[in-house]
């Protein structure tokens, strides 16, 4: 209920989608017809299914085959020459697509270079690298996709991808009657959440949580990595540019009292528009009555501007105080309103965000708070409430950002400060492991080597498999396992190609990817695809919209998935998806 709220009113009859989809057929006539070029008389099969980027040298490397045949080749891309010979697993079917699928192992094969697989009486595959960093460039465009999410400024990709550029886009915004509040609040900045224009502070505080953890833990590869983005050279590295970008519109979004609104969308979504071209106004939205902010909000701004203040202490000491000071009058909101619950108002019809129970958010933000304070007070409200929420820790969170235990419970356990509670960091690191070991037992049983299982197959399922792999990589961080870091590179492989449909569902990296996201700047037209390195929601059998409703009834989870814009429940783009992307790929990273 939750995630449909989230594209309530995207009208898949909108006129202007017809059109997008006019001009999405010609692309992938485009797309088809280079491939055909590069590989002569015979194009890739989609029966042979791998990581369209590639794999680690040192780490396991495995496609699958779809069709029945005993051996496989691995061949140079340059000449052809065979570099590796194998037999192929005995059949098995997956349960998730219902494919029968045998397994072609090339482990061995460790020498840097670019590739195909061959199977005798199946055909070729598309190209993948062997490397040692061979994930750089896809952390790249990914990261880089939230610069092409940045509302109030002009944006544009530059000389890499001509064309993809928008003008400066809602600058107009207003407190909306239900803030509380009346006149202008223009709140310039933030990323555009997903598919639409809309502002919003709870996925906000998951995607700009995540992605300020990635920096966290691997810092120091991200670091030298440039994002060729407005900042870039400033001395600060650029992803923490880009977090900032997002970090400076959730401040804004703070009342004087300390409490934040909980959304700044337009009152109903826009059509298949580039936002330039979007003037609805965009309004400060509140709960309609006093306090007009909401708790679930408050708290994430807190837990988020905490980090902040840790993060940027070193790059910007005066921005780190602010954040910090932010956090605080936040984190006092909430004891005063420990549970003030969002609904859209009357009139409002953009993504609601809505989650009745905000306690999970207020102990993330007293984690994050002690974790960058030390501060007994934090501490305390912390070693209160933790332990109810441990379980929780052996599945990820359908949606994670209406629960932020695991990240409250996790950050506990990272934390490495005097007065951390021995037995609480010792209770949450050994859920983690063991949920961490569940999960490589369970993907290890699947032939595709994905996490998921069938209930997973919800709104935004790519997003939790991606959840799966920062699970294995932060219980990594804790206790490094080669078999927690190799299974977090087998969700990776499945989001990158390694699945059902042979499909990059990163749009722009592999030679087959998604090319009709429910993203309004790709599906407006002014493009000649989608814009690159976003990641698609994956498949839904829930089945929310009529693209997914008109497929047949009874199909395998996995199948139930349509590379159209029309299809929002299987196709939009999202910020908290995006990073958890983010952070697997880094976690790839060398
Ligand atoms: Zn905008």
Redesign the pocket.
Known sequence: MKVTARSLNRDPRNPRIRRSWGLSLCITGLVFSSAFLLYGTENPTPAIKLDQVGYLDGAPKVALVASPAKTFEIRRSSDGRVVFRGALSPAATDPLSGDTVQAADFSGLRQAGTYYVEVPGVGKSWTFAVGANVFERTWYLAMRGFYGQ???TAVDLGREFPGYSHAA??LHGEFHPSSGKSGPRDNIGGW?DAGD?GRYMVNSGVATGTLLWAWEIYGPRLKPIQLAIPETGNGTPDILNEIRWNLEWMLKMQDTDGGAWHKQTSTHFPGFIP??K?TLP?EVIGTGSAPYKSTCATADLAAVAAIAARVYRPFDAAFATRALDAARRAWKWTEQYPNVIFRNPPGVTTGEYGDSNCADERLWAAAELWRTTGEAAYNQFFLKNYAAYLPILDSPARENWSMMAPMALRTYALARREGADATAQAAIRDRMLSAARAIVKNTAANPYHVSLKPADFVWGSNGIAAQYGMDLLIANAIAPNPAFADTAGDDLHYLLGRNTFSLSWVTQVGQHSVLHPHHRPSGSGEQPGPWPGLMSGGPNAGRQDQVLAALPAGLQPEKYYADQTASYASNEIAINWQANLVFLLAGQLH
Request: glycine share 10%.
């Open positions: 940045r509302c109030g886009c809602h555009h224009y936002p330039e979007d965009s």
